[in-house]
């Protein structure tokens, strides 16, 4: 294995165990809290990225997407608003084949 390929796997490993770290923190009953992790879980993740999820005694998989929708009934409406900034957020890292002459119309709109 070479050393490039061995950073990748390193870099994979610690986004992994910090997004599981922070959907464990997503249970804390402070906003501030609740909305710091689903900014960072935006900022790391990728919408199908999966996080391991703790659902009483088992652990499940789901993806990071899912994990901000679920904030986004949060009762909390600073929470849910930044459940919706790290949906937009997760969605605009993720690559879209998009042919430039189709969209250069918005461009256009003041």
């Given at each position: 294995?070479?050393?490039?390929?061995?950073?990748?796997?390193?870099?994979?490993?610690?986004?992994?165990?910090?997004?599981?770290?922070?959907?464990?923190?997503?249970?804390?009953?402070?906003?501030?809290?609740?909305?710091?992790?689903?900014?960072?879980?935006?900022?790391?993740?990728?919408?199908?990225?999966?996080?391991?999820?703790?659902?009483?005694?088992?652990?499940?998989?789901?993806?990071?997407?899912?994990?901000?929708?679920?904030?986004?009934r949060d009762p909390d409406g600073r929470v849910r608003t930044q459940?919706?900034q790290s949906m937009v957020c997760i969605s605009a890292v993720t690559?879209?084949?998009?042919?430039?002459?189709?969209?250069?119309?918005?461009?256009?709109?003041?």
């Open positions: 294995m070479n050393r490039k390929c061995l950073g990748d796997w390193c870099e994979i490993l610690v986004s992994n165990r910090l997004l599981l770290f922070l959907t464990q923190l997503l249970r804390d009953s402070s906003h501030l809290v609740r909305c710091k992790c689903l900014e960072l879980i935006g900022a790391l993740g990728s919408p199908d990225h999966s996080v391991a999820a703790d659902v009483g005694q088992s652990q499940s998989s789901t993806s990071a997407l899912s994990v901000l929708g679920d904030f986004s459940s919706f690559p879209f084949n998009i042919d430039s002459e189709k969209t250069r119309w918005w461009k256009t709109i003041p």
